[in-house]
Protein backbone atom coordinates (compact mmCIF):
# COMPACT_ATOMS: atom_id res chain seq x y z
CA UNK A 1 0.00 0.00 0.00
CA UNK A 2 2.95 2.22 -0.04
CA UNK A 3 6.72 2.58 -0.93
CA UNK A 4 8.19 0.78 1.45
CA UNK A 5 11.07 -2.03 0.63
CA UNK A 6 9.96 -5.16 1.57
CA UNK A 7 10.35 -9.24 0.42
CA UNK A 8 6.91 -11.04 -0.74
CA UNK A 9 7.03 -14.60 -1.11
CA UNK A 10 5.53 -17.01 -3.95
CA UNK A 11 4.68 -20.40 -3.39
CA UNK A 12 4.90 -22.43 -6.29
CA UNK A 13 2.75 -25.66 -7.65
CA UNK A 14 2.75 -28.38 -9.66
CA UNK A 15 4.11 -27.55 -13.36
CA UNK A 16 5.40 -24.35 -12.03
CA UNK A 17 6.76 -25.59 -9.46
CA UNK A 18 8.46 -28.46 -11.62
CA UNK A 19 9.87 -25.32 -13.73
CA UNK A 20 11.18 -23.52 -11.28
CA UNK A 21 12.81 -26.67 -9.32
CA UNK A 22 11.76 -25.01 -5.95
CA UNK A 23 8.61 -24.33 -4.33
CA UNK A 24 9.22 -20.84 -3.00
CA UNK A 25 10.85 -17.63 -4.62
CA UNK A 26 10.89 -14.34 -2.80
CA UNK A 27 11.69 -10.76 -4.42
CA UNK A 28 12.67 -7.59 -2.60
CA UNK A 29 9.76 -5.26 -3.67
CA UNK A 30 10.26 -0.95 -3.09
CA UNK A 31 7.19 0.20 -4.77
CA UNK A 32 4.36 -2.68 -5.06
CA UNK A 33 0.84 -2.42 -3.89
CA UNK A 34 -0.73 -4.83 -5.33
CA UNK A 35 -0.80 -8.66 -5.88
CA UNK A 36 -0.22 -7.87 -9.66
CA UNK A 37 2.60 -5.25 -9.14
CA UNK A 38 4.50 -8.09 -6.85
CA UNK A 39 3.95 -10.45 -9.93
CA UNK A 40 5.23 -7.80 -12.46
CA UNK A 41 8.80 -8.30 -10.08
CA UNK A 42 9.09 -12.09 -10.19
CA UNK A 43 8.87 -11.93 -13.59
CA UNK A 44 11.37 -8.98 -14.09
CA UNK A 45 13.50 -11.57 -11.62
CA UNK A 46 12.78 -15.03 -13.18
CA UNK A 47 12.09 -14.21 -16.88
CA UNK A 48 12.09 -17.68 -17.96
CA UNK A 49 8.99 -18.36 -15.76
CA UNK A 50 7.24 -14.83 -17.53
CA UNK A 51 4.96 -17.23 -19.55
CA UNK A 52 3.96 -19.39 -17.09
CA UNK A 53 3.60 -16.80 -14.43
CA UNK A 54 0.93 -15.24 -16.57
CA UNK A 55 -0.78 -18.18 -16.40
CA UNK A 56 -1.58 -18.91 -13.28
CA UNK A 57 -4.06 -17.60 -10.71
CA UNK A 58 -2.62 -16.11 -7.18
CA UNK A 59 -4.55 -17.05 -3.46
CA UNK A 60 -3.74 -16.04 -0.33
CA UNK A 61 -4.87 -18.72 2.28
CA UNK A 62 -8.16 -19.94 0.94
CA UNK A 63 -9.05 -17.40 -0.99
CA UNK A 64 -8.15 -16.64 -4.83
CA UNK A 65 -7.42 -12.80 -5.44
CA UNK A 66 -7.31 -10.80 -8.12
CA UNK A 67 -4.24 -8.95 -9.60
CA UNK A 68 -5.61 -5.63 -7.93
CA UNK A 69 -5.95 -7.02 -4.63
CA UNK A 70 -3.53 -5.25 -2.03
CA UNK A 71 -0.27 -7.46 -1.40
CA UNK A 72 -1.03 -9.33 1.83
CA UNK A 73 0.83 -8.30 4.93
CA UNK A 74 2.34 -11.85 6.08
CA UNK A 75 0.75 -14.65 3.57
CA UNK A 76 2.87 -15.95 0.58
CA UNK A 77 0.87 -15.17 -2.67
CA UNK A 78 0.44 -18.77 -3.84
CA UNK A 79 0.86 -19.58 -7.65
CA UNK A 80 -1.97 -21.62 -9.39
CA UNK A 81 -1.40 -22.45 -12.41
CA UNK A 82 -4.00 -24.00 -15.33
CA UNK A 83 -6.08 -27.08 -13.39
CA UNK A 84 -6.72 -30.51 -14.17
CA UNK A 85 -8.50 -32.14 -11.90
CA UNK A 86 -11.73 -34.78 -12.06
CA UNK B 1 -20.31 -21.02 4.98
CA UNK B 2 -17.22 -23.47 5.17
CA UNK B 3 -18.10 -26.67 7.36
CA UNK B 4 -15.30 -28.63 8.99
CA UNK B 5 -16.02 -31.68 6.32
CA UNK B 6 -12.84 -32.79 4.34
CA UNK B 7 -14.19 -33.44 1.19
CA UNK B 8 -10.56 -34.02 -0.47
CA UNK B 9 -7.81 -36.57 0.75
CA UNK B 10 -5.83 -39.48 -0.55
CA UNK B 11 -8.57 -42.37 0.69
CA UNK B 12 -9.88 -44.26 -2.36
CA UNK B 13 -13.28 -42.93 -2.77
CA UNK B 14 -16.17 -45.08 -1.19
CA UNK B 15 -19.41 -44.57 -3.83
CA UNK B 16 -21.67 -46.55 -1.39
CA UNK B 17 -21.08 -44.35 2.05
CA UNK B 18 -21.65 -41.05 -0.12
CA UNK B 19 -25.25 -42.15 -1.57
CA UNK B 20 -27.42 -41.27 1.50
CA UNK B 21 -29.87 -43.70 0.16
CA UNK B 22 -31.98 -44.53 3.34
CA UNK B 23 -32.05 -40.37 4.13
CA UNK B 24 -34.01 -38.83 1.93
CA UNK B 25 -37.37 -40.38 1.70
CA UNK B 26 -38.94 -37.20 -0.92
CA UNK B 27 -35.98 -37.89 -3.27
CA UNK B 28 -37.27 -40.23 -6.07
CA UNK B 29 -34.14 -39.29 -8.51
CA UNK B 30 -30.23 -40.02 -7.45
CA UNK B 31 -27.86 -38.84 -10.04
CA UNK B 32 -24.10 -39.92 -9.90
CA UNK B 33 -20.86 -39.37 -11.41
CA UNK B 34 -17.66 -41.14 -11.44
CA UNK B 35 -14.62 -40.26 -12.82
CA UNK B 36 -11.80 -42.93 -13.02
CA UNK B 37 -8.53 -42.32 -14.69
CA UNK B 38 -7.91 -43.61 -17.98
CA UNK B 39 -5.34 -45.14 -19.58
CA UNK B 40 -4.72 -43.16 -22.14
CA UNK B 41 -4.25 -39.19 -22.70
CA UNK B 42 -3.51 -38.06 -26.08
CA UNK B 43 -2.32 -41.22 -27.66
CA UNK B 44 0.14 -42.10 -25.09
CA UNK B 45 -0.11 -45.08 -22.17
CA UNK B 46 -0.91 -43.79 -18.96
CA UNK B 47 0.36 -45.55 -16.27
CA UNK B 48 -0.58 -44.14 -13.15
CA UNK B 49 -1.12 -40.37 -12.23
CA UNK B 50 -0.38 -38.42 -9.43
CA UNK B 51 -3.38 -35.91 -8.11
CA UNK B 52 -2.24 -32.59 -6.12
CA UNK B 53 -4.35 -29.91 -4.78
CA UNK B 54 -3.68 -26.40 -3.29
CA UNK B 55 -6.00 -27.66 -0.50
CA UNK B 56 -6.81 -24.53 1.46
CA UNK B 57 -9.09 -23.44 -1.66
CA UNK B 58 -10.47 -26.84 -2.59
CA UNK B 59 -12.11 -27.05 0.40
CA UNK B 60 -13.76 -24.03 0.67
CA UNK B 61 -14.78 -24.39 -3.41
CA UNK B 62 -16.16 -27.66 -3.10
CA UNK B 63 -18.23 -26.65 0.05
CA UNK B 64 -19.74 -23.46 -1.72
CA UNK B 65 -19.83 -25.39 -4.83
CA UNK B 66 -22.69 -28.02 -3.20
CA UNK B 67 -24.02 -25.36 -1.13
CA UNK B 68 -24.62 -23.04 -4.34
CA UNK B 69 -25.90 -26.56 -6.32
CA UNK B 70 -28.63 -26.82 -3.86
CA UNK B 71 -30.32 -23.48 -4.12
CA UNK B 72 -29.67 -23.70 -8.28
CA UNK B 73 -31.07 -26.40 -8.57
CA UNK B 74 -33.70 -27.47 -6.00
CA UNK B 75 -31.65 -30.66 -5.18
CA UNK B 76 -32.22 -31.86 -1.47
CA UNK B 77 -28.25 -33.84 -1.26
CA UNK B 78 -25.56 -33.46 -3.14
CA UNK B 79 -21.85 -34.84 -2.22
CA UNK B 80 -19.10 -33.60 -4.12
CA UNK B 81 -15.44 -35.81 -3.36
CA UNK B 82 -12.10 -35.52 -4.95
CA UNK B 83 -8.83 -37.76 -4.36
CA UNK B 84 -5.21 -36.77 -4.12
CA UNK B 85 -2.23 -38.76 -4.24
CA UNK B 86 -1.25 -41.66 -6.65
CA UNK B 87 -3.91 -43.16 -8.18
CA UNK B 88 -4.12 -46.21 -10.67
CA UNK B 89 -5.96 -46.75 -13.47
CA UNK B 90 -9.33 -47.49 -12.89
CA UNK B 91 -9.54 -45.49 -9.37
CA UNK B 92 -11.94 -42.89 -8.83
CA UNK B 93 -10.88 -39.52 -8.82
CA UNK B 94 -14.00 -37.54 -8.61
CA UNK B 95 -17.20 -38.70 -7.45
CA UNK B 96 -20.32 -36.33 -7.34
CA UNK B 97 -23.95 -37.67 -5.91
CA UNK B 98 -27.12 -36.14 -6.02
CA UNK B 99 -30.18 -36.65 -4.75
CA UNK B 100 -33.78 -34.73 -5.53
CA UNK B 101 -37.67 -35.28 -6.10
CA UNK B 102 -36.79 -35.88 -10.02
CA UNK B 103 -34.75 -36.71 -12.68
CA UNK B 104 -34.15 -33.86 -13.94
CA UNK B 105 -33.15 -31.34 -11.67
CA UNK B 106 -30.40 -34.50 -10.13
CA UNK B 107 -28.45 -34.91 -13.49
CA UNK B 108 -28.45 -31.05 -13.99
CA UNK B 109 -26.51 -30.31 -10.72
CA UNK B 110 -24.27 -33.61 -10.85
CA UNK B 111 -23.46 -32.18 -14.20
CA UNK B 112 -23.10 -28.28 -13.38
CA UNK B 113 -20.96 -29.44 -9.64
CA UNK B 114 -18.62 -31.65 -11.66
CA UNK B 115 -17.92 -28.91 -14.51
CA UNK B 116 -17.95 -26.43 -11.82
CA UNK B 117 -14.77 -28.61 -9.85
CA UNK B 118 -12.75 -29.75 -13.05
CA UNK B 119 -12.47 -25.65 -13.85
CA UNK B 120 -12.47 -23.99 -10.63
CA UNK B 121 -11.10 -26.06 -8.32
CA UNK B 122 -7.26 -26.04 -8.03
CA UNK B 123 -6.14 -29.40 -8.67
CA UNK B 124 -3.61 -30.92 -10.65
CA UNK B 125 -2.94 -34.05 -13.02
CA UNK B 126 0.47 -35.14 -13.30
CA UNK B 127 0.37 -38.10 -15.70
CA UNK B 128 3.41 -40.92 -15.92
CA UNK B 129 3.65 -42.92 -19.42
CA UNK B 130 4.36 -46.44 -20.12
CA UNK B 131 7.63 -45.20 -22.12
CA UNK B 132 8.65 -43.34 -18.26
CA UNK B 133 7.97 -40.13 -19.18
CA UNK B 134 5.87 -37.62 -17.39
CA UNK B 135 3.95 -34.40 -17.39
CA UNK B 136 1.79 -32.40 -15.69
CA UNK B 137 -1.41 -32.18 -17.90
CA UNK B 138 -2.00 -28.35 -19.72
CA UNK B 139 -5.52 -27.63 -17.95
CA UNK B 140 -7.91 -24.82 -17.46
CA UNK B 141 -6.66 -21.48 -16.35
CA UNK B 142 -8.07 -20.02 -13.43
CA UNK B 143 -6.67 -17.09 -14.45
CA UNK B 144 -8.84 -14.47 -17.04
CA UNK B 145 -7.86 -11.18 -17.74
CA UNK B 146 -11.15 -10.65 -18.86
CA UNK B 147 -12.91 -11.47 -15.79
CA UNK B 148 -10.20 -9.48 -14.13
CA UNK B 149 -11.87 -6.24 -16.29
CA UNK B 150 -15.26 -6.92 -15.62
CA UNK B 151 -16.31 -8.89 -12.70
CA UNK B 152 -17.20 -7.72 -9.33
CA UNK B 153 -17.19 -10.91 -8.30
CA UNK B 154 -15.40 -13.68 -9.39
CA UNK B 155 -17.63 -17.16 -9.52
CA UNK B 156 -14.88 -19.58 -10.85
CA UNK B 157 -17.88 -22.49 -10.95
CA UNK B 158 -19.68 -20.58 -12.91
CA UNK B 159 -17.66 -19.13 -16.00
CA UNK B 160 -16.90 -19.72 -19.54
CA UNK B 161 -14.07 -19.99 -21.55
CA UNK B 162 -12.39 -22.17 -24.29
CA UNK B 163 -10.36 -25.33 -23.01
CA UNK B 164 -9.18 -28.63 -24.38
CA UNK B 165 -8.91 -30.64 -21.10
CA UNK B 166 -11.73 -30.96 -19.76
CA UNK B 167 -13.65 -33.93 -21.25
Known sequence: ?86 | MTDCMQRMGEAPLDINALLALSEYPDCGGLALFAGAVRNHHEGKAVQRLIYSAYLPVCERLLAEIEAEAKTKFGVSYIAVRHRIGELAIGELAIVCVVQAAHRAEAFAACRWAVDAVKHGAPIWKEEFYTDGSSQFVDGCCLHNHDDEENHGDEKHATHHHQHKECA
Do not use: W
Open chain 1, 1 to 86: MNAENRTVTFELLAGIERQAGCRYLAVQVTSAATVGDALSALQRAYPKLHDAIERCACAVGDAIVRRQAALPVDSPIVLLPPVSGG
